[in-house]
T-cell receptor, first 116, second 112 residues
Framework: DTGVSQNPRHKITKRGQNVTFRCDPI?????LYWYRQTLGQGPEFLTY????????KSRLLSDRFSAERPKGSFSTLEIQRTEQGDSAMYLC??????????????FGSGTRLTVV | GNSVTQMEGPVTLSEEAFLTINCTYT??????LFWYVQYPGEGLQLLLK?????DKGSNKGFEATYRKETTSFHLEKGSVQVSDSAVYFC???????????FGAGTRLTVKP
């Protein structure tokens, strides 16, 4: 297993366009998390899944943000009608569920979004 | 709610100097505590962890002890190297395991 994989690594988009990011977690991990990180700040929690169920989404930044994990494997994060304030690094992480407290989260390398 | 407060940076040290990065937390119950490191252009890598009071996490010469009485988890290394230059994040995972909270990060630069 090569760890958590995120694509693309970089995305430049024009304001108002929609963007979608993909995350492939470690295969035996059933929990998947999305975070946003802005320059000079720590990661900020957005949402998480256990298998295909999205168990927390109240922290998504606005209704322009949505996430899916249709078959409990990979996940996508979509931002509609992007704004310049959406420019940030979007991080995905996964964990083994019951073992999370002992092992922590494993993060991907992130997708850096720039809205121009 | 749960939160982490981290020593502000940036921190600049000479090679072989002693490093301390302070981290304190606020939490209900019995959280797990972590230090992550982020190198330029990369995601976060787990550096060390502690899951209960008085546990000491250690890795690559870094250490941190989970102090419940002072609600702290300070990161230390006895002799830093240039390759340790990175941003370090203290993090807390509450008993629900669902929402890891991070500090703002401390940028460390080690000069030869």
């Amino acid at each position: 297993d090569t760890g958590v994989s995120q694509n693309p690594r970089h995305k430049i988009t024009k304001r108002g366009q929609n963007v979608t990011f993909r995350c492939d977690p470690i295969s035996e991990h059933n929990r998947l998390y999305w975070y946003r990180q802005t320059l000079g700040q720590g990661p900020e929690f957005l949402t998480y899944f256990q298998n295909e169920a999205q168990l927390e989404k109240s922290r998504l930044l606005s209704d322009r943000f949505s996430a899916e994990r249709p078959k409990g494997s990979f996940s996508t994060l979509e931002i509609q009608r992007t704004e310049q304030g959406d420019s940030a690094m979007y991080l995905c992480a996964s964990s083994p569920g019951l073992g999370t407290a002992a092992y922590g989260y494993t993060f991907g390398s992130g997708t850096r979004l720039t809205v121009v | 709610g749960n939160s982490v407060t981290q020593m502000e940076g940036p921190v600049t040290l000479s090679e072989e100097a002693f490093l301390t990065i302070n981290c304190t937390y606020t939490a209900t119950g019995y959280p797990s505590l972590f230090w992550y490191v982020q190198y330029p252009g990369e995601g976060l890598q787990l550096l060390l962890k502690a899951t209960k009071a008085d546990d000491k996490g250690s890795n690559k010469g870094f250490e941190a002890t989970y102090r419940k009485e002072t609600t702290s988890f300070h990161l230390e290394k006895g002799s830093v190297q240039v390759s340790d230059s990175a941003v370090y994040f203290c993090a807390l995972l509450g008993s629900n395991n669902n929402d890891m909270r991070f500090g703002a990060g401390t940028r460390l630069t080690v000069k030869p």
